[in-house]
């Protein structure tokens, strides 16, 4: 069997404390193998990389590349397609378009280039897995999942309201066995289904949503208890209500508060973190210090980001609501996609501008959330691509963190009264290499269960980027000088030179039997849909799939 040495770089792997040490990185089958005792030991591919930085391979926890609302959105971009050259068509590659939202051959290919080897799409309704798995299977070389949207469920309601515990967690069983999906979404839970009964959607957590007879904090609570007693191997993934609206801090606050006692990662957090009144926008300002402070003393929360950079990009998201509101405030062209059962989505092309107030400030608050949660394993980088940028922003947000003169230059280009609305102007810290490993690969990985990924031990996936030393962090972590997937070389000096298939990564449980005359008989009556054919099969999902079987044992 061909073993590959990497030989002399410098290992940085935070999952075993090791900061930068030179060392050898051994290969086999896929996977990192344990250096060979006889030091006589010869590999058959040997590959010498001293001096340079030897990290695993990203993971983009929450991201929007495939599914039903990715594809609308390309449709509704097509001067991104004229203006831009498409992806050329090569002996290894296929051709592909670029823009806000690539298609998933491009997808693949631009995250490997960036040295990513592991994304999740953060959004997909139930009724929409099949689509979702079919890009899913045509996006090139990531290992990939999704997770699966309940927070608006009209099932899931109405096992909320009926009470037992044994009937919320054999329905959510369910719908993640039916989907093919890898955690529990829950997108402005209560409120999507509120404005889609005629109220703003903008709902506190005690509003109860109208027929359904629940609250949005009834249904945080439970299914982020649901998803610890189902033992999924990443908590609840909470989109708050009121994102993006000014004031919406202590509605944020509220919801970490509910999940006391029970697991939760809150997403795109820095659109949850605003102070002041709807009333009045121009009191807008950073909440993120009182915020950071909760999250930094309760243990049972992490966060990703949601970094806005500057520059054309596209809204997409699950929050139908939030989707009109920009509509209204930005009077561009507007998509809401009402899905059966499920919540909807709203879609709508956005430029976020350096002179705008409200845009720098958001800017300046996901950079506040990186440098004010104070352990690194606590939060995961993300832009929540495309909505506050693409994930090729990636190495500009890194640059930003680890250097603070840069952030004080591209401070004095943004509003002067950003320094009042905002305490980024104060922040001294600085991340070392170290922790840019961890909120980039090693936490994002910790977060969603993945125990061989995210890190180089013995038995871990062979998924590895490698940069040359770089004066110019930017440009170092742009360009990695070999990528590896799986163990086999992928990028080398910025040319594809080969291409994989990833595997699509989903949990899987037991359905409870006695459960399932009661989930078939509301389906016969709310659904257009017959139960049988709602779940996918093998063909949806593909070849490639690694299964994660859980039991009420499984830790």
């Known amino acids: 069997m061909t073993r590959t040495c990497l030989k002399g770089g410098l290992i940085y792997d935070p999952c075993h404390g090791i900061d930068g040490v030179c060392s050898d990185l051994w290969i086999q089958d896929g996977r990192i193998i344990p250096a060979p005792l006889d030091p006589d030991d010869r590999a058959e591919i040997q590959i010498r990389v001293e001096g340079m930085l030897v990290m695993p391979g990203g993971v983009d926890m929450h991201c929007h590349i495939a599914g039903p609302k990715v594809n609308t959105a390309r449709k509704m971009l097509p001067q991104q397609r004229r203006a831009t050259a498409p992806m050329p068509r090569t002996a290894l590659t296929r051709s592909g378009t670029l823009g806000t939202v690539p298609s998933t051959f491009t997808t693949g290919y631009l995250y490997a280039g960036l040295g990513y080897t592991s994304a999740f799409d953060a959004a997909v309704p139930p009724i929409g897995a099949r689509h979702a798995h079919d890009e899913l299977q045509d996006t090139p070389i990531l290992d990939k999942g999704f997770y699966v949207m309940m927070g608006n469920n009209h099932l899931i309601m109405e096992q909320l309201k009926a009470g037992p515990h044994e009937l919320i967690d054999a329905t ?137 950079m500057f520059g054309e990009t596209t809204s997409m998201t699950g929050d139908g609501p939030l989707g009109h509101y920009l509509h209204k405030v930005t009077g561009r062209r507007w998509f809401s996609g009402d899905v059966e059962l499920e919540g909807g989505c709203g879609i709508v092309p956005i430029r976020y501008r350096d002179r705008s107030f409200v845009h720098a400030l958001q800017w300046a608050i996901g950079l506040e959330w990186y440098l004010l949660v104070n352990d690194p394993w606590r939060i995961a980088m993300s832009t929540d691509h495309p909505n506050g940028g693409s994930f090729l922003a990636y190495p500009e947000i890194i640059a930003l963190l680890m250097d603070r003169e840069r952030r004080a230059d591209f401070l004095q280009r943004l509003p002067e009264s950003l320094r009042r609305a905002c305490q980024l102007s104060e922040l001294t810290r600085e991340y070392s290499l170290n922790e840019i490993a961890i909120i980039t690969r090693a936490a994002p990985a910790r977060m969603l269960g993945l125990k061989s990924k995210g890190h180089l031990g013995p038995g871990a996936d062979a998924d590895i980027t490698i940069y040359s030393r770089q004066d110019d962090v930017e440009a170092m972590f742009r360009f990695p000088r070999y990528v590896f997937k799986a163990g086999q070389l992928i990028i080398d000096d910025g040319e594809i030179r080969a291409t994989t298939n990833g595997q699509t990564l989903m949990v899987r449980r037991p359905d409870n039997t006695d459960a399932q005359p009661v989930i078939r008989d509301w389906f016969q009556r709310n659904s257009t849909i017959q139960f049988e054919n709602f779940p996918v099969d093998a063909h949806d999902v593909g070849e490639r799939v690694q299964v994660f079987e859980l039991t009420d044992e499984a830790v």
């Open 172 to 308: 959510v069983t369910w719908l993640l066995n039916a989907t093919g999906g890898y955690a529990v979404k829950l997108v402005n839970p209560g409120g999507v289904e509120m404005w889609k009964s005629g109220g703003d959607g903008y709902c506190g957590l005690d509003d109860e949503v109208p027929i359904h007879g629940v609250t949005p904090r009834q249904i945080l609570r439970e299914l982020a208890a649901s998803a610890d007693r189902l033992r999924l191997p990443h908590p609840v993934h909470v989109h708050c209500n009121q994102l993006g609206i000014p004031g919406n801090w202590t509605t944020t606050l509220e919801t970490m508060k509910a999940m006391e006692g029970a697991r939760a990662h809150l997403t795109h957090i820095q659109f949850h973190s605003y102070g002041g009144g709807l009333s009045d926008q121009s009191t807008i300002c950073s909440r993120v210090a009182e915020l950071a402070e909760y999250v930094n003393s309760h243990p049972n929360l992490t966060v990703d980001v949601g970094q806005v």
